[in-house]
């Protein structure tokens, strides 16, 4: 499995950027896709998730109402649109794939119910 992280960089606070990954190397039906950011020091924090194959969306509330999680299935690739971004938004930002877990628990939000993951993106928002 291979998850490629593209389109993170440097941007003023308020404007917007789209985060890509791309994902070979199975059939991803069943599984979830997260989006997670890390700063030295800190653990990697949940931002968003998508199921597969019922595109359902899960957010952190840190970006609910910012960020749009979605997925491109022809090209398997999941997209994290960030819109006014804050300085608190630097990090570095990765992709991850894990099992679905079971309806209604948050198994999402654990970095450690993801198996797969990529190289990472880095983000800064200038203030």
């Known amino acids: 499995v291979q998850l490629v992280e593209s389109g993170g960089g440097l941007v003023q606070a308020g404007f917007s950027l789209r985060l890509s990954c791309a994902a070979s190397g199975r059939t991803f039906n069943g599984y979830t896709m997260g989006w997670f950011r890390q700063t030295q020091g800190h653990e990697r924090e949940f931002i968003a998730a998508?199921?597969?194959?019922?595109?359902?969306?899960f957010y952190a509330d840190s970006v609910k109402g910012r960020f749009t999680i979605s997925r491109e299935l022809p090209k398997n690739t999941v997209y994290l649109q960030m819109n006014s971004l804050k300085p608190e938004d630097t990090a570095v930002y990765y992709c991850?794939?894990?099992?679905?877990?079971?309806?209604?628990?948050?198994?999402?939000?654990?970095?450690?119910?993801?198996?797969?993951w990529g190289q990472g993106t880095q983000v800064t928002v200038s203030s």
């Open positions: 991850a794939a894990g099992l679905t877990g079971p309806y209604g628990s948050d198994y999402y939000r654990s970095p450690d119910e993801y198996a797969d």
């Open positions: 998508i199921t597969w194959g019922g595109g359902s969306t």
